[in-house]
């Protein structure tokens, strides 16, 4: 029988290595001397259990319930009837370590709570206000938006520490939540070995990340309608990302006659994305201005940023804080106000160099390094505390 992990880290929402703050995080804890397991779905063709770069990871079967409430509670069910086993025969294995539940979901306090009389400490890393999305989605109050908030207090108030990834979401459990650090999302420094080029030819946008009803990436095909037909100009769109939205943003290329100018790859490795990246000329966020997205840092945005590439993205509240002025920000909600700065940096050079330098700059200080040695003094704390293993 292996030695049994130093930390135990829970992600429900996608498998690992696919999301890159849950890659980093482990493999960052793994070089500070922890042995690091990691619970996660089971992907097509992958095997129930694997060794990446030192990382344990273990897999589990999952129910898709395709963002439908009926049909995600019964995903939730399922993996927690999966997980809570796994994780109590840890428990039993050994007194001392550490639990760390990534969100969403918040379902997993109870095992937060038995890791802490068992001796051990736990962490619970929140990426997403999940009661926000949902009263985003349905646009009102509802008991399941209060369901959803009471757990995530309950994750906080279970955990020795609460990682955040921005100072929005930090002021969603700092009143129950011991301690609170904020780890922003970053990827790591060889993100920068790819570099983009100005546009030649035919020019590329790019949409990076999960096609949910909250990203609002169909959006995209009605900027690329708009340059292609009235600006006449000669361009294609890349979306590197899958989700539930995609038949919507496949069948809105259709309706606009684009489809042959759109390309979705699906969920790509990890190691694949910078060089796809660089393969663009404009990296876009079209998330809609609702209250979840303002608090929400988005993955994309920094990845754009440290590749170098220039960005035109919705003016969300974080966004501007993690981009400055290295982000061409739209207030307008309008499809419309994407067009001319785009348009402008796919046609005058020396414009698409300036933002690209700018874009490359604010890249160079929200690489992964820094939000490392945060991480790495938050668990040595953590440590020292006497709970930890």
């Known amino acids: 029988m292996s030695r049994p992990a130093d930390l135990v880290m829970i992600l429900e929402n996608c498998g690992y290595s696919l999301d890159s703050r849950v890659l980093n995080e482990a493999e960052s804890l793994l070089e500070s001397g922890l042995s690091v397991e ?11 259990r694997e060794v990446i770069n030192g990382v344990r990871v273990t897999r589990f079967p999952v129910f898709e319930g395709h963002g439908e409430l009926l049909g995600t509670a019964i995903e939730y ?19 001392r370590g550490t639990l760390h539940v990534h969100n969403p979901p918040d379902m997993f306090f109870p095992l937060l709570m038995l890791a802490r ?25 509802t008991a399941l938006e209060s369901l959803m908030a009471w757990m995530q207090r309950q994750s906080a108030r279970s955990s020795d520490l609460t990682i955040t990834t921005n100072q929005t979401q930090r ?15 970053a990827p790591p ?21 999960e096609l949910g009803i909250q990203d609002g990436a169909e959006r995209t095909l009605d900027i690329l309608s708009l340059l292609v037909n009235e600006r006449q100009l000669d361009v294609e769109l890349l979306v590197i990302g899958e989700g539930r939205q995609r038949h919507a943003v496949e069948e809105r290329a259709a309706l606009l006659g684009l489809s042959d100018r759109l ?18 000329h404009v990296g876009l966020d079209t998330a809609p201005m609702t209250d979840v997205n303002q608090g929400s840092t988005m993955v994309k945005i920094v990845e754009y940023l440290v590749v170098g590439l220039p960005v035109v993205a919705t003016a969300l509240r974080e966004t501007r804080v993690t981009g400055g002025d290295a982000v061409i920000a739209i207030d307008d909600g309008d499809v419309e106000a994407f ?14 160099r300036a933002a690209a330098e700018l ?11 820094a939000q490392a040695a945060v991480l790495r003094d938050a668990y040595r704390d953590l440590r020292r505390s006497g709970r930890a293993s």
């Open 189 to 209: 420094d060889w993100f920068a070995d790819h570099k983009p080029s100005p546009p030649a030819g035919r020019a590329r946008l790019v949409f990076l990340g």
């Open 38 to 48: 990691v619970l996660s779905p089971r992907e097509p063709d992958r095997p129930r």
């Open 339 to 352: 067009v001319a700065p785009i348009a402008r940096l796919l046609t005058d050079r020396e414009a698409w």
């Open 263 to 280: 390309t979705i790859t699906g969920w790509v490795p990890y190691e694949r994305v910078p060089e796809l990246l660089a393969s663009a």
């Open 77 to 95: 069910l399922g993996v927690f009837c999966f997980v809570a086993p796994a994780v109590l025969t840890r428990l039993l294995r050994s007194r």
């Open 117 to 141: 009389l068992r001796g051990w400490t736990t962490v619970f890393d929140l990426h997403d206000d999940a009661a926000g999305m949902v009263r985003a989605r349905l646009g009102r109050p």
């Open 359 to 369: 874009a490359s700059a604010r890249g160079e200080e929200l690489r992964w390094a």
């Open 171 to 185: 002021t969603l459990v700092e009143r129950v939540a011991s301690r609170v650090v904020v780890v922003r999302n």
